[in-house]
């Protein structure tokens, strides 16, 4: 039995060119479209390192992100490779439609620095980038 290819959406350092953009092409994810969430998330830097994502009943904005095909047998591979507290769920996208995502477990991000105004992760990282350069 062989299983179907999956639509993965990534919303943070596996995007491409971003730091762990090669754990999903070793596992032969292919780029599919860049894509945004429905308006019901919420996003926070953690540690300036990588985002965490929630859906949330209030307060939310649409997130900018990456739609993947990847291999179903590479999806294991590919969430042991991630930071703790990242897990996958169902993400509704702004055309309503679902797809598997990258999504973060709450306590991820108590306490951290919330961007959902920056819209994604790639505009915080560049605003970061912008005020060291001043």
Known sequence: ??????QLAVNGTLMRGL????????IGGTFLREAQTAPCYR???????HPGMIR??????????EIW???ALGLSQ????EPPGLSVGRILLSDQTEVLGIL??????????????WGGWRAY??????????
Do not use: H, V
């Open 104 to 117: 973060a477990e709450p306590y991820l991000c108590e306490g951290q620095t919330e961007i959902t105004a």
């Open 19 to 26: 730091a762990l953009n090669g754990n999903l092409t070793q």
């Open 125 to 134: 990282i560049e605003s970061l980038t912008k005020n060291s350069k001043s």
């Open 69 to 71: 095909e990847i291999p």
């Open 1 to 6: 039995m062989s299983l179907n290819p999956i």
């Open 43 to 49: 996003l926070w830097s953690i540690r300036d390192i």
């Open 56 to 65: 949330t009943s209030q307060g939310g904005s649409a997130i900018a992100l």
């Open 78 to 81: 590919l969430l042991l490779q």
